[in-house]
């Protein structure tokens, strides 16, 4: 077990440093200067010579690209990556700033897919081919099929802008914009009015996840019970909620936690849309807007975090594995 871990670990160093050499590659391919871009604030204008020049000998931009990747790793080694070349602010308090609230929204979008996902294909499940079974594919198909800047505009205009319009109850109304006064505790427990700003954002981070989930429980469940373990269950006597609890659900878990896990990295930093319509400032805005500016230093620090929580998600629900089966053994070999 140990050696697996330590060679996990190891991959994910080889992914970090493998993704910030193509992102570093990437961003002298793409063309333009960051120092014309700072010199001249993002316009189109043509900036002071002079400015241009000190702002690359201080950024190290006037050296060969070798050496300024080997310079720019080096600082990445040492756990300095920088400042952003747009605001002068140090990376790693902008992602100090912006990965709490891509975390949280995270975190609730994952709960809302395991409750709903879980829960809907284990109903499809056990009532195979009925109405309950036939209502849950449909809906998982549709929900599935929306685009998520559809949804979540839809979402909006019905539970923000109609509900206050006609006056809907209270519990009824939802704020369509940011997180709300960001009232937390035990760091993603909304308290006060924040929970109201994050059901709308979270359901529709969630939405197609959700569908998906559901028919992977769905399948995963039905073929468990065909096992000869889950017969043999049933033969002993035992209830069909017996069966399904200790023989059914822990076997057919296991691609359902990776697919959770999985979801779980990715929408850290893969929540632009959703970040969009709801005008949240989160880890996939920043990294969109600092990447149409040429901020390298931003774009390859925050997608380096968003990397490192894809691949601890990973070696969570390996090492879940040996949990949830006990067939499962992660050895050394």
Same mark, same amino acid.
């Given at each position: ?5 330590? &060679? &996990?670990?190891? +991959? ?37 010579? +002079? ?39 140090? #990376? ?31 109903? %499809? ?18 929900? =599935? ?11 909006? +205009? ?6 206050? +319009? ?42 197609? =996840? ?28 035992? %209830? ?36 969009? #319509? ?6 996939? %805005?920043?990294?969109?807007? =600092? ?22 998600? =990973? ?19």
């Amino acid at each position: 077990m140990g050696t697996f871990v330590l &060679r &996990r670990l190891f +991959q994910l160093v080889i992914v970090l440093w493998g993704g910030a050499t193509i992102l570093f590659i990437l961003f002298y391919m793409v063309g333009g200067n960051p120092a014309e871009r700072m010199a001249s604030g993002g316009g189109e204008r043509n900036p002071n010579p +002079q400015v241009v020049r000190n702002l690359e000998v201080r950024y190290g931009l006037d050296k060969p690209k070798p050496q300024q990747y080997v310079a720019h790793m080096s600082r990445i080694a040492r756990g300095d990556f920088g400042e952003s070349f747009r605001t002068r602010e140090p #990376v790693v308090d902008i992602a100090k700033r912006r990965a709490p609230t891509s975390f949280r929204l995270a975190f609730w979008a994952v709960i809302i897919e395991g409750t709903m996902g879980i829960g809907s294909g284990m109903l %499809s499940a056990r009532r195979r081919n009925s109405l309950a079974d036939v209502v849950t594919t449909i809906a998982a198909v549709v929900a =599935s099929a929306i685009p998520v800047f559809v949804l979540g505009f839809m979402i909006k +205009q019905l539970t923000g802008v109609y509900a206050y +319009q006609n006056d809907w109850p209270a519990w009824a109304r939802f704020p369509t914009i940011g997180l709300g006064d960001n009232d937390w505790i035990f760091w993603v427990i909304p308290t006060g009015n924040t929970w109201k700003y994050v059901v709308q954002p979270a359901f529709v981070l969630a939405a197609v =996840s959700t569908a998906i989930l559901a028919r992977i429980t769905r399948t995963s469940m039905l073929e468990t019970m065909r096992m000869d373990h889950v017969r043999t269950a049933r033969a002993k006597g035992l %209830s069909e909620k017996q069966v399904t609890r200790k023989h059914v659900l822990r076997n057919a878990l296991i691609p359902v936690v990776t697919i959770l896990g999985i979801d779980f990295g990715t929408m850290v930093g893969a929540a632009i849309l959703t970040e969009t #319509v709801f005008n949240i400032q989160g880890l996939g %805005s920043q990294i969109v807007a =600092s990447a149409k500016d040429l901020d390298m230093p931003v774009v390859i620090g925050l997608t380096m975090l968003v990397t490192l929580v894809y691949g601890t998600m =990973s070696l969570l629900v390996d090492l879940s594995y040996a949990y949830l089966n006990p067939r499962v053994r992660l050895g050394d070999d």
